[in-house]
Each structure stands twice: as C-alpha cells, then as structure tokens.
C-alpha cells in the first residue's frame, strides 16, 4: 500500500507563486513515477505535469514555463512549483504514484485558488 500527502495549497493572488508537496509512504518502488494533477468544479481531471521513466518530464502546454514539477528521491517527496499563476489555476491539485504495471495511488488534494 501506498499512502500519499499533499501539502502546500492555499490562496493566492494572481501572478504570485505556491510550491506543493507530496510525501509518499509505504511500499515505493524504484519504478514508480509520481506526477500531479488537477481538477476544476465541472471539469474533468488533467494532467499538470508528471515525471515519465527515467528522468523526463511531461508538462501540460497551459502550465509549460510557470510550473516545474521536482523530486527527492531519498525523501520519496514530490513538488510542484507553481509561479505566475493565473486564474484558471483554481483547482484542487492531486498527487499520484503510477506502478509500471499501470496502477496508480492518489493523494487527498490540495485546493489552490488563484485571486484577481
């Protein structure tokens, strides 16, 4: 099993900067991949951005420039550094841990609300 906590989310105004995290617990594997994503009231989830195998990185093109997407491996943590933020970044943003095999754990969200 897999536990994961997000952290970091918050109120902000638009063009300043939020930095989340994700611990993750339990059985981790060296092939996990972990990534963020985010769903808006009455919209569907979407990617944010994610590691891929390996070291690469896969980022939504609406967040490309603002938002970097990091990692301590020693630590089993995850952030998402987000800056510039805009308006349409309200959501609540989730953290997921994604098996090779293909199944995927899921944090508790963190909302982020962006005001004008």
């Known amino acids: 099993q897999v536990e994961l906590v997000e952290s970091g989310g918050g109120l902000v105004q638009a063009g300043g900067s939020l930095r989340l995290s994700c611990a993750a617990s339990?059985?981790?594997?060296?092939?996990?991949?972990m990534g963020w994503y985010r769903q808006a009231p009455g919209k569907q989830r979407e990617l944010v951005a994610a590691f891929t195998s390996g070291s690469s990185t896969n980022y939504a093109d609406s967040v490309k420039g603002r938002f970097t997407i990091s990692r301590d491996n020693a630590k089993n943590t995850a952030y998402l550094q987000m800056n510039s933020l805009k308006l349409e970044d309200t959501a609540v943003y989730y953290c997921?841990?994604?098996?090779?095999?293909?199944?995927?754990?899921w944090g508790q969200g963190t909302q982020v609300t962006v005001s004008s």
């Open positions: 997921n841990l994604r098996r090779r095999a293909g199944y995927s754990y």
């Open positions: 339990g059985l981790i594997l060296s092939t996990d991949v």
